[in-house]
């Protein structure tokens, strides 16, 4: 089971990046899949999350109405699309797998964790 997360980069503010996450190993189209980050000198928090079939998903008050979680289950990948980017979104970004087909906030519901994407947003 891999993930691969890709999509980040340098960006002002105010701009928009959309990150992607691959899962290979075996298909995921049971599981939430969820996007964390953690930003320098702090814990990894929750980003948002989409449930197996993409329908239900929940986000982060931080991010609610500016990121967008989806997902296309026939190419096994994720994806976070990020408008009005703010200095404070910085971070790396991570797609874990959630042990379960319904969306959850909590960190230790997810697995299977990427080595992140980096996304600095410059102000």
């Known amino acids: 089971v891999q993930l691969q997360a890709s999509g980040g980069g340098l960006v002002q503010a105010g701009g928009s990046l959309r990150l992607s996450c691959a899962a290979s190993?075996?298909?995921?189209?049971?599981?939430?899949m969820g996007w964390f980050r953690r930003a320098p000198g702090k814990e990894r928090e929750f980003v948002a999350a989409?449930?197996?079939?993409?329908?239900?998903?929940s986000y982060a008050d931080s991010v609610k109405g500016r990121f967008t979680i989806s997902r296309d289950n026939a190419l096994n990948t994720v994806y976070l699309q990020m408008n009005s980017l703010k200095p404070e979104d910085t971070a790396v970004y991570y797609c874990?797998?959630?042990?379960?087909?319904?969306?959850?906030?909590?960190?230790?519901?997810?697995?299977?964790w990427g080595q992140g994407t980096l996304v600095t947003v410059s102000s």
């Open positions: 989409a449930s197996w079939s993409g329908v239900s998903t």
């Open positions: 874990g797998i959630r042990r379960g087909a319904d969306v959850s906030s909590a960190e230790t519901d997810f697995g299977s």
């Open positions: 190993g075996r298909t995921f189209s049971s599981n939430a």
